[in-house]
């Protein structure tokens, strides 16, 4: 059974950066896409970014060119340094993991099984 542990949420000025960290345990993680998601309140899950286990990324266009995502397979672990931060990225921040297998850039909600518990990010204007 994967297990999928977020950390790194907090409370930031708008113009700051944070750092995220997904770490992940019980398949071997070289063999697994991982992405990020976000939810804002009242509103739909969305897609962030998603690292492919070859190490190819693929961003989301509101945040394209202010997060950068990375992995660190001997740790189990992927980063999501986030700078510039708008008040607009204040979310719940989700990672997921799913085999390799399957579609190459895996964008949406439902091609993941393996979610972790969220960790708030606020950005104050």
């Known amino acids: 059974q994967v297990q999928v542990v977020e950390s790194g949420g907090d409370l930031v000025q708008a113009g700051g950066s944070l750092r995220l960290s997904c770490t992940v345990s019980?398949?071997?993680?070289?063999?697994?896409?991982i992405g990020w998601f976000r939810q804002a309140p009242g509103k739909e899950r969305e897609f962030v970014v998603v690292?492919?286990?070859?190490?190819?990324?693929y961003y989301a266009s509101s945040v394209k060119g202010r997060f950068t995502v990375s992995r660190d397979n001997a740790k189990n672990t992927v980063y999501l340094q986030m700078n510039s931060l708008k008040p607009e990225d204040t979310a719940v921040y989700y990672c997921?993991?799913?085999?390799?297998?399957?579609?190459?850039?895996?964008?949406?909600?439902?091609?993941?099984?393996?979610w972790g518990q969220g960790t708030q990010v606020t950005v104050s204007s």
């Open positions: 019980g398949r071997t993680f070289t063999s697994l896409d």
């Open positions: 690292a492919r286990w070859t190490g190819d990324t």
């Open positions: 997921a993991a799913e085999d390799r297998s399957g579609s190459i850039w895996k964008i949406r909600n439902d091609e993941y099984h393996s």
